[in-house]
């Protein structure tokens, strides 16, 4: 009977926060999203499936904090309220809290793993082929009188267009300090051919410049074709994605898995640190849960991110039994002595 009770509490807290954080995180995703119309044109479909694409990972970091988060504010809600007291009275002990939040512990767990190590990396591919895939079949539109347009490996401007007919037209196209590229023509139009950009310009001058020689081209046509984009459209292989970080090949995807993994563990790892946290006599200690909470998840991320970043592997070995074995002396020292 107390257990149902505990996860009706739970419960109540669970949906409440994970509601705000998602809504809070799905704007600021669609914000995020829409900054990737200045590179490609989006139109509310494809708004929407690049959202969609985005959600595993925000999904992933949302459950994991909206889980502990919950389950501390459940159980001190009901401590400020004297429920806990009257159950401590009955006879249940502050283990039966622990063993009622397991199973849920264990299935958020497993689920958060699933999400950063299957869905997240799968759904950033399908969100990297998508804008690579609009790239190819953009329908190039040079506006005139803006700096700053990219197409390919050059930069363009042009001082007026009718009719993708362009006028006064410079371009530049720089490939390191070794060659640069400068052009300017009188006249010139734009096509997209899958992806080929191709330009085709009239009366003007090219300067190259390519280690210690200088060359100039006066020219009455030239046509330039570059590729503007490929999308990397291919089967999506998770053993081979994570294969990399294991063999030491990338640096990036040992942090990568390890901050995955560790994120995805925290409400396990912190079972019992939500009894730590939750219960307290209302007569003698003031209600601050919430920045108890605050602290916790900031100190156990900010941890991760530190350790990580000096050696992956390492910091997945020490952080998770120095963060379980610690919260578990405190529970044993200042909780189960005294309920």
């Known amino acids: ?48 499936l690049l959202f969609l694409y985005s959600l ?45 939040f397991l199973p849920l512990t264990l299935i958020v767990t497993l689920t958060s793993l699933v999400f950063s190590l299957g869905a997240v990396p799968i759904s950033k591919r399908a969100f990297e082929n998508f804008i690579e895939q609009k790239k190819v079949d953009v ?11 990219k197409i390919g490996d050059w930069l363009v401007y042009v001082e007026s267009a009718k009719d993708r007919i362009y006028q006064n037209l410079v371009l530049f196209s720089s490939k390191g300090l070794g060659f640069e590229n400068f052009i ?15 330009l085709s310009l009239q009366n003007g001058e090219s300067y190259m410049a390519q280690e210690s020689e200088f060359r100039k081209v006066v020219f009455e046509e030239m046509n330039i074709r570059t590729q ?37 563990i925290f409400p396990l790892l912190s079972i019992f640190l939500i009894p730590l946290i939750g219960i307290a006599n209302p007569r003698y200690h003031k209600n601050l849960s919430s920045f108890y909470v605050l602290i916790s998840i900031v100190l156990f991320y900010v941890s991760v991110h530190i350790f990580v970043d000096h050696n992956a592997f390492l910091a997945l070995a020490v952080i998770p039994p120095v963060w379980f074995i610690g919260t578990y002396l ?4 200042k909780i189960k002595p005294l309920y």
């Open 228 to 264: 503007v984009g490929e999308a990397p459209l291919s089967g999506y292989d998770l053993i081979e994605y994570w294969k990399s970080a294991f063999d030491g090949e990338s640096g990036s995807k040992q942090r990568r898995f390890t901050k995955a993994v560790l994120v995805s």
């Open 56 to 100: 595993p990972n925000t999904v992933f970091f949302i459950i994991p904090i909206t889980f502990f988060t919950s389950c501390v504010l459940a159980i001190s809600r009901l401590s400020y309220d004297y429920e806990m007291l009257v159950f401590f009275s009955l006879g249940v002990k502050p283990s039966e809290l622990v063993k009622t």
């Open 184 to 198: 300017s023509a009188d006249r010139g139009n734009v096509s997209n051919n899958r992806g080929v950009f191709s």
């Open 1 to 48: 009977m107390y257990k149902r009770y505990f996860l009706s509490a739970f419960g109540q807290f669970f949906f409440s926060l994970f509601t705000v954080l998602f809504f809070v995180s799905s704007v600021i995703l669609l914000i995020t999203i829409a900054g990737s119309s200045h590179v490609v044109k989006l139109n509310f479909t494809d708004l929407m």
């Open 330 to 333: 405190l529970y044993r020292y």
């Open 139 to 149: 329908d190039i539109n040079i506006k005139a009188g803006e700096f700053g347009q």
